[in-house]
Structures are given as C-alpha cells and as structure tokens.
C-alpha cells in the first residue's frame, strides 16, 4: 500500500472511519508508537503500545462480528498477524521495527479499516 507517514506522527482527521470510539482508540496507538519512538528501551512503552493494539482489535473485531462484517476472517487474520509481530519485540526495539510500525498502522486505517466505514 505504502501511504505517506504523516510528520509529526499524529492520528489527523485523514484516518477518521467515523466512529467515535475507534477514532480515539487508533489515536492511542498512534500516540503507543510515537511514546516507543522516543524510548525504544522502554520496555513499558512496548509493554503499553501491545495493550493498547490487542484491546482495540479486541473492540474493533467486536464490532465486525456484530454487524456481520463480511470480510472479517481476513481482518482478523491481520491483526492477529501484527499482534503476533508485537510480542516477539524484545526492547530496545530498533528504528527499523519502529518505522515498520508506523507504516502498518497508517496502512492499516487507510487501506484496511476504511473498508468499513459506515458498516460497523
């Protein structure tokens, strides 16, 4: 996909899918990232970023499967892909990875959960 990572990296109004708690919900991941970015040896920036992912995903996926979502087999498939990614990281978790992060996230919203906006 390759959408442009914006700079500063900040949850702006382009990844809005137009629902409230999912918006903040992808706000706090952007801001999980940007928090490892500035201390990639902070195992507890790691430790939050990985709650913060699962326990949206956990919502999100709810949401999906009470609207019958139909493409939820394949969602799932990739967070349980990045989720997967996400605890293997052992801190210091390096630029490479950081940047890897913020690339998906930005992908993810834009190419994936903008599939279903007005569906959930």
């Known amino acids: ?17 137009f ?3 999912i918006d903040e919900e992808h706000k706090k991941i952007f801001n ?9 040896g902070d195992g507890g920036a790691l430790s939050a970023l990985t709650k913060i992912t699962t326990d949206h995903f956990s919502f999100e996926e709810g949401m999906m499967k009470k609207a019958n979502y ?3 087999d394949a969602h799932h498939a990739i967070h349980v892909e990045f989720l997967g990614k996400l605890n293997g990281l052992k801190c210091p978790v390096s630029g490479d ?6 690339q998906w996230l930005v992908d993810h919203i834009k190419g994936t959960d903008f599939k279903y906006k007005g569906k959930l």
């Open 19 to 21: 629902d409230e708690q």
């Open 1 to 17: 996909m390759g959408y442009d990572i914006p700079d500063p990296y900040c949850c702006d109004d382009s990844f809005q899918v």
């Open 70 to 72: 139909p493409d939820f």
């Open 32 to 40: 999980a990232i940007f928090d490892l970015a500035k201390a990639p």
């Open 97 to 102: 990875t950081i940047q890897f992060a913020k």
